[in-house]
């Protein structure tokens, strides 16, 4: 019960952020429809409603890394967690009460991107249905990389890691052009991270195509393990000393 | 009671703290006194077990609090140096959010949050953002969040650092009013603090405890007629008693 105490505490301190509202939620959505506009002007399929909604979803999950990060290196720059820490909380607690309220914001913000993205064409169907599940669990990848930041660094660190997190989200994970279009070592690079293979998970599961999500999903489920064992390790040596 | 058996911390070649040993009574308004880096929150974070000490043992009722660590926190409570509030909940669901996390169900947790709130006057901030409130406010629902889990032993760790005069007297006047219903940890480096809140006084220099007593028990051993002349003395004589 603890661990939910925790949770919801994390939550309130989240969703209590205006920034966090603006940005989470605001800037996919103004990108989408952004981007839809500049389609429109485009005499060839760039930045269609299929490929264009997958991505963004994906890129706006980059914020549940700034999220959770702040929140943890603020809990641990403050002496908050020193207070946590002194408190019958174990391990298992402070790993659930972090990661578990970032899931509904992950949904909440998967829900506001599928709507805006359905105004703008892209048909909701069963397809939908399976690329929420297939997103959700890409998000705790970007969770995962958001407690490894917030273990390591203070919240100030961790909002200058963010400017260059998110930036290697954007351009090296294939949300604004088709990775082919450069292909080469950039490719080779690109595909060495997990952000291509989530974009390329989410944009499978809205086609429907059961059989190309599992081998990039694998891989973010993959770096998610390693990342977030890490975060662990690092935290549970900080508690020790 | 507390007992502190020959603790030592080395951190590398630095020794923390240096085989202290030390017994504190039941109900006890025990304060430490040291210069920077004399090993005092190094002390309170083992007491408290947020730190394994290198060698030796502490033991309250009979039990090492390193063998039993999860059993001992739910008997302990921390007010950490700087003021460890959650900024965007309000001052009721700080307390709350505590008294949940010590094992109150959600009925004890709104009562202990509203006697914790009269008790530190703070109720009719009840709603306001921890981070709204003054630095004195802060401090004092940081000291009232300490103290809702209704703790054995309280550790307060420089509880008045950066008040104004008014905001420490009042936290002072509160905290006379708790003594005697649990053993309070206080470390300072307020002197005047300590003569006007503490049963007994212990004096660290360079990781060891070189002085303890009350008050006047010092100044007549020390022959001086003030704890800054007492604690001057002691930390620059080092002369070390235990």
């Known amino acids: 019960m603890s661990s939910l105490h925790f949770a919801s505490r994390n939550q309130k301190e989240i969703l209590r952020d205006p920034l966090s509202l603006v940005f989470g939620f605001g800037l996919p959505i103004v990108l989408l429809f952004l981007f839809s506009i500049m389609q429109k002007n485009l005499p060839y399929g760039l930045f269609q409603i299929e490929h264009l909604a997958p991505g963004i979803i994906v890129f706006g999950f980059s914020f549940l890394t700034l999220f959770s990060g702040m929140l943890l290196g603020k809990d641990r720059g403050s002496s908050f967690l020193m207070r946590l820490f002194a408190s019958p909380l174990s391990a298992k607690d402070y790993i659930i009460g972090y990661l578990l309220p970032m899931l509904p914001i992950a949904l909440l913000q998967i829900i506001v991107c599928l709507v805006a993205a359905s105004l703008l064409g892209l048909p909701f169907n069963s397809n939908s249905l399976l690329a929420i599940i297939v997103l959700l669990l890409i998000s705790i990848l970007f969770i995962s990389f958001g407690l490894l930041f917030g273990t390591l660094f203070t919240d100030k660190q961790v909002g200058g890691i963010f400017a260059l997190f998110v930036n290697v989200t954007a351009f090296l994970s294939g949300i604004w052009f088709s990775l082919d279009l450069i292909g080469g070592t950039f490719k080779t690079i690109c595909y060495l991270l997990p952000f291509a293979h989530a974009v390329d998970a989410a944009k499978a599961a809205f086609a429907g195509n059961i059989h190309d999500i599992w081998g990039s999903l694998f891989v973010v489920i993959g770096y998610t393990v390693v990342i977030m064992g890490i975060a662990i390790v690092i935290f549970r040596k900080r508690m020790r000393s | ?242």
Request: charged share 25%; glycine share 8%; aromatic share 6%.
């Open chain 2, 1 to 242: 009671m507390i007992e502190i058996r020959e603790l030592t911390k080395s951190f590398g070649e630095r020794v923390a703290v240096d085989h202290l040993s030390l017994s504190i009574e039941k109900g006890e308004f025990f304060a430490l006194l040291g210069s920077n880096g004399a090993g005092k929150t190094t002390t309170i974070k083992m007491i408290s077990g947020l730190q394994t000490p290198t060698n030796g043992d502490i033991i309250i009722d009979g039990m090492s609090i390193f063998s039993n660590l999860q059993q001992s926190k739910q008997l302990m409570n921390i007010s950490p140096q700087e003021t460890a509030v959650a900024p965007n909940l309000s001052v009721k669901e700080n307390l709350e959010f505590t008294a949940k996390i010590y094992g109150f169900d959600k009925n004890e947790a709104i009562i202990r949050a509203g006697e914790m709130m009269e008790k530190f006057s703070l109720t009719d901030r009840a709603k306001a953002k921890a981070k709204t409130l003054s630095g004195g406010l802060q401090r004092r629902l940081s000291i009232a969040m300490a103290m809702i889990s209704n703790p054995r032993i309280v550790f307060l760790d420089e509880p008045t650092l950066g008040l104004d005069v008014r905001a420490r007297r009042d936290l002072w006047n509160i905290l006379l009013g708790l003594k005697g219903q649990m053993t309070i940890i206080l470390t300072t480096h307020y002197l005047e603090e300590v003569e006007a809140l503490a049963d007994r006084v212990g004096i660290m220099h360079h990781g060891k405890l070189c002085a303890l007593g009350t008050v006047d028990d010092l100044k007549e051993q020390y022959n001086k007629n003030s704890l800054e002349e007492v604690f001057l003395s002691v930390t620059e004589e080092m002369e070390v008693l235990v």
